[in-house]
């Protein structure tokens, strides 16, 4: 029969294991991540398809890393830099070009170099932007979606404010990206300019907006939930959705297309940046070098039907023929975009 | 005696200690935002808040929807709690799983449900065209109706539970008492049973409507941006507008509504305690 040493487990010695203990469970997640090829991604929620089915399996094979990504709103992952600046987790986030201009005004992105990043000498000249800060690896196009159980198409953007379509309309709110299209859209109804001009006339923006509320069933924030509702029949337009969104969509049998209006369409200005201090740097860089690579580049353009950036590329979406793609100036949409989403929250209220 | 009492009450340090650092501390924390500027301490963000009309549409809609959705939680828990307190066995298992596993659902899928539910071709609709009640699809989807029962259902089991708790330790007796000394079935419900119970309606209200005045996710899937709540009032803040000042002034009001509901709730309660 064995006895228990009195000296077996005394206070002191229990004390002491559990600190030990408590300081190996602490410690275990930053010595793992030290030595490991894990990168953590900030993305867009909406790109979990293809993030999951093309870029996770590449990355594994091209560069040997393990991608964790946290797929939400671009807002959501500059806030996420931002709290987490004095020790970033995310090495790598891919937003909308606005937030972009904000992440360089906070100090949270670490330039893109050619000598680390070969493949950003083959994109577009207008995909780099702010030399280097970020870079445009896809660009999908942005119209109005319908339901074609419902619709022939969408000729005009003035569809949207038809009496016909009276509760069957649903707009993102300017807490995303793709809200602005319908803002400046309204702009240039309202005002009668052509784009260049009527992006900055915001009152006569937010006049015909309002004219839009006895059309609008919601404004949503989480774009799934309300491009589900247009895949039932409960709405018929979903104005603002982009072509990476809903033509894979259309392609799986979803009574779902995209009208490019007479009125011109825009392009959704999809980025990737390093974080500044981000883990796992050489890796980091590696990642986006592989975004932005052919092969990449052909996949992703591919699957979420988007213009790719890389020039050597000629797979990916087809741009609708005969409108106008409009870019807007990002820089002014950054200054102002505070003020205007509390404007448009109030606005849109019920 | 007391020293063991002391001893055992160190048990809860750890509790303590845990609360006061993930917890109490970022809260403080946050807090202090919302009285802090360049030159000092203000309630300058407090005054702004209070004074902008459209706040104060969000804070009545928030108080309406949380004692709506409590109304609804009560009516359906009440003569729940006493079925469960019947129930034995079997029956007792399958009413707690029914109350329990409902909570392991996340809002999202249970939001994706109700959009089965309530959508102008869904199984609501159908139903009512069918028995003849309407002749088209009505409107359920992003109405303040489909809220109030979709926050009903989440915190249910919030309102049942502390009810049951009571019912289940109601003294038969004495309701068997008053209806042997002639008091009608109406009489001894609302003079009996009705007040010995109370505790637990005020308990479950208080949960409910503590956890319905700050939720989030379920607004935000099911009424959209149209109409906001508080707690869509800090999100907005802090993530969108990054408004730091303005997001801790609305999580002090909506902090201060939660403790003053559970401030009335516990003196409510001790009275109605002392009364039974």
Known sequence: MTRISPRGLTRRSLLKTSAFAAAGT????????????????????????????????????????????????????????????????????????????????????????????????????????????????????????????????????????????????????????????????????????????????????????????????????????????????????????????????????????????????????????????????????????????????????????????????????????????????????????????????????? | MSARIDRISLLAVPALGFLAVVYALPLVLLLAKSVQTPEGFSLAEYRAFFADEYNMRVLWRTLRVAALTTLLALVIAYPTAFAMSRARGGWLTVFLVAMVLPMSLGVVVKAFAWSILFRANGALNGALQWIGLIDRPMRMMFTEAALVVGAANVFLPFMVLPIYAVVRQLDQRLPEAAASLGATPMFRFFNVTLPLTLPGVVAGSAFTFSLAVSMYVIPSLIVGERQQTLSMLIARSFLYLRNEPLGSTISAVLLGIAVLVVVLSSWLARRLGART
């Open chain 1, 26 to 350: 602490f410690a275990a997640p930053a010595l793992l991540r030290a030595q490991s090829s894990e990168l953590v991604i900030g993305c867009a929620g909406s790109h979990s398809a293809w993030m999951e089915a093309i870029v996770v399996p590449h990355m594994k094979e091209a560069i040997g890393a393990d991608i964790l990504f946290e797929g939400t709103k671009s807002s959501v992952n500059l806030e996420k830099m931002a709290s987490n600046k004095d020790n970033p987790y995310l090495s790598v986030v891919q937003m909308d070009d606005p937030v972009m201009i904000q992440a360089v005004d906070a100090d949270l992105l670490t330039p893109i170099t050619a000598d680390a990043v070969p493949n950003m000498t083959q994109l577009r000249g207008d995909a780099v932007h702010m030399e280097g800060m970020w870079c445009n690896y896809v660009q999908p196009w942005a119209g109005v979606a319908y339901n074609t159980d419902f619709a022939e198409g969408v000729p005009s953007w003035e569809a949207l404010w038809d009496p016909a379509n009276a509760g069957q309309v649903i707009i993102p709110s300017l807490q995303n990206t793709e809200g602005m299209w319908t803002l400046f859209m309204a702009a240039m109804l309202g005002s009668g300019k052509p784009f260049s001009e009527a992006q900055y006339e915001i009152e006569a923006a937010f006049a015909k907006l309002e004219e839009l509320k006895p059309n609008l069933l919601s404004v949503y924030s989480t774009m799934s939930q309300a491009f589900n509702l247009l895949e039932q029949g409960e709405i018929t337009l979903l104005s603002g959705n982009f072509s990476s969104y809903t033509l894979p969509r259309k392609a799986e049998g979803v009574p779902v297309d995209l009208a490019a209006p007479k009125e011109g369409i825009f392009a959704m200005p999809s980025g990737i940046c390093l974080v500044k201090g981000g883990p796992n740097a050489e890796l980091a860089a590696a990642y986006v070098n592989e975004m932005l690579g052919e092969k990449m580049q052909a996949a992703i353009a591919d699957f979420a039907a988007s213009v790719p950036a890389n020039t050597t590329v000629k797979a990916g979406a087809v741009i609708p023929d005969g409108v106008e793609i409009y870019s807007p100036d990002w820089a002014f949409v950054a200054a102002n975009r505070r003020d205007w989403i509390e404007r448009f929250d109030k606005l849109m209220a019920l």
